[in-house]
């Protein structure tokens, strides 16, 4: 069981759809991350929120929209995506520590996401 | 940029076998975090190294983290089926980043 809750689970949208992926945690952590894993490849970081802020941005295109309304919601927003952006799309969060030192990342089980 | 490259990429094994996974960094690591990601999962915290040349054990799990830092491994000692994913170190730094993974397949 996870304490990281995703929604949906799966999710199949054409090219010109909008639609929005949903994270949630009541664990008290104040950084929540979005990460995009292809099949058979590691955890691929997109976006950080620190603090209800966002923190890193890498380089992600505009068409993935990443909102934090609260300390507890995290929201991807899609719009005109391509097949290639098909995954697994997993949230995460922690708690911020200074420094380089990290608390270790509780995941959600993902959204399974297919752009036809 | 930084890179944190596993080998092997894949090891089937038969069960009762031992397995280890290695992690080599381009860089000094402060510190190294480890994860299980079993088929159809979703990555699982099993443990961080903070100290040059540290060991620690959880069952039949021991990690090492280099004393130059730079390198680690996880080492399981007589596999079990319940063994089966992948596992990846991960860089803390500046956002977490992950190995490449080490998918273990073990046989029954």
């Known amino acids: 069981d996870t304490e990281v809750t995703q929604t949906p689970k799966h999710l199949v949208m054409g090219m010109t759809n909008k639609k929005s992926l949903k994270c949630e945690q009541h664990m008290g952590h104040r950084a929540m991350y979005w990460y995009k894993q292809k099949a058979k490849k590691p955890p691929e970081l997109m976006f950080v929120y620190s603090y209800e802020k966002l923190s890193i941005n890498e380089s992600v295109p505009s068409r993935f929209s990443p909102e934090c309304p609260n300390s507890s919601l995290l929201n991807l927003h899609l719009h005109a995506l391509q097949p290639e952006d098909s995954a697994l799309y997993l949230c995460a969060s922690s708690q911020p520590l200074p420094g380089p030192s990290r608390s270790p990342l509780h995941f959600g089980n993902g959204t399974r996401l297919t752009v036809t | 940029?930084?890179?944190?490259?596993?080998?092997?990429?894949?090891?089937?094994?038969?069960?009762?076998?031992?397995?280890?996974?290695?992690?080599?960094?381009?860089?000094?690591?402060?510190?190294?975090?480890?994860?299980?990601?079993?088929?159809?999962?979703?990555?699982?915290?099993?443990?961080?190294?903070?100290?040059?040349?540290?060991?620690?054990?959880?069952?039949?799990?021991?990690?090492?983290?280099?004393?130059?830092?730079?390198?680690?491994?996880?080492?399981?000692?007589?596999?079990?089926?319940?063994?089966?994913?992948?596992?990846?170190?991960?860089?803390?730094?500046?956002?977490?980043?992950?190995?490449?993974?080490?998918?273990l397949q073990v046989q029954p």
């Open chain 2, 1 to 103: 940029g930084q890179q944190v490259m596993q080998i092997p990429q894949y090891q089937h094994v038969q069960e009762g076998e031992d397995f280890t996974t290695y992690c080599n960094s381009s860089t000094t690591l402060s510190n190294i975090q480890w994860y299980k990601q079993r088929p159809g999962g979703h990555p699982v915290f099993l443990i961080q190294l903070v100290k040059s040349g540290e060991v620690k054990k959880q069952k039949r799990l021991t990690f090492q983290f280099g004393e130059a830092k730079k390198n680690s491994s996880l080492h399981i000692t007589a596999t079990q089926t319940t063994d089966v994913g992948t596992y990846f170190c991960a860089d803390p730094g500046r956002a977490l980043t992950f190995g490449s993974g080490t998918r």
